[in-house]
T-cell receptor, first 113, second 113 residues
C-alpha cells in the first residue's frame, strides 16, 4: 500500500508570494492533518480535515488555509509569505473518523527568501 | 494552553545502555498518547500508542512506554539501545475528541557504537 505522498518536495518562494502544497493520503484514509516543523518549535498543528470538513485548527494566522477534496486529497495554502514561514510542512493521514494513528508523509521543504 | 514537554533535548548513550526519555503533558482530560521516531532521512514513524487499558504499552523494536496519569507523564524506555536507535523521538498528545495533536519539541538520541 502506498504511503502518504506530498508534492512538491522542495519549494523556494519569495516574500509576499503565495504557495499551495498538496497531500495524498494512504488509500482508504479519510482524515488528513497538516503540521509545520521548524528546528526551534518542533511540530506545530495547523489543521485537520475529515470528509472535506475542517474539524480543528491550530494557532496560525489566517494566511494559512487548507481544504480537502472528495477523494480525501488535501491542499494547504499560505498567502503573503513571510521569512518565518520557511519550514518543513508535514501531512499525516489516518483512517478516521475516530482512528488516531497517524501516518506521516515525507514533507514539503519550503524556503522563503 | 495545552502543551507537551520533552525535557531531554539531546541524549548520548553507548550501545547496550538503558534509555528513558521523559514526556509530560498539560491537559486534565482524557488523552491518547503517542511516541514517534524519525530516523535520519526518513519519515516520522509511529513507535507506540496508548488509548486506554494497561498503562504499560509495548511498541516496535523493543520500546515500551508507561502512562502515569497522576503525573501526566508518558515516558519512553528501552532496556538496551543499539546504534540503529540513533534518531529523533517525539512525544505527542491527542486530547480525546479534539482531532488535534500536540507534539513535544523532540529528543535527539545518539547511540555510540
Amino acid at each position: 500500500k502506498a504511503g502518504v505522498t506530498q508534492t512538491p518536495r522542495y519549494l523556494i518562494k519569495t516574500r509576499g508570494q503565495q504557495v499551495t502544497l498538496s497531500c495524498s493520503p494512504i488509500s482508504g484514509h479519510r482524515s488528513v492533518s497538516w503540521y509545520q516543523q521548524t528546528p526551534g518549535q518542533g511540530l506545530q498543528f495547523l489543521f485537520e480535515y475529515f470528509s472535506e470538513t475542517q474539524r480543528n485548527k491550530g494557532n496560525f494566522p489566517g494566511r494559512f488555509s487548507g481544504r480537502q477534496f472528495s477523494n480525501s486529497r488535501s491542499e494547504m495554502n499560505v498567502s503573503t509569505l513571510e521569512l518565518g514561514d520557511s519550514a518543513l510542512y508535514l501531512c499525516a493521514s489516518s483512517k478516521g473518523p475516530d482512528s488516531y494513528e497517524q501516518y506521516f508523509g515525507p514533507g514539503t521543504r519550503l524556503t522563503v527568501t | 494552553a495545552q502543551s507537551v514537554s520533552q525535557h531531554n533535548h539531546h541524549v548520548i548513550l553507548s550501545e547496550a545502555a538503558s534509555l528513558e526519555l521523559g514526556c509530560n503533558y498539560s491537559y486534565g482530560g482524557t488523552v491518547n498518547l503517542f511516541w514517534y521516531v524519525q530516523y535520519p532521512g526518513q519519515h516520522l514513524q509511529l513507535l507506540l500508542k496508548y488509548f486506554s487499558g494497561d498503562p504499560l504499552v509495548k511498541g516496535i523494536k523493543g520500546f515500551e512506554a508507561e502512562f502515569i496519569k497522576s503525573k501526566f507523564s508518558f515516558n519512553l524506555r528501552k532496556p538496551s539501545v543499539q546504534w540503529s536507535d540513533t534518531a529523533e523521538y517525539f512525544c505527542a498528545v491527542n486530547p480525546a475528541g479534539t482531532y488535534k495533536y500536540i507534539f513535544g519539541t523532540g529528543t535527539r538520541l545518539k547511540v555510540l557504537a
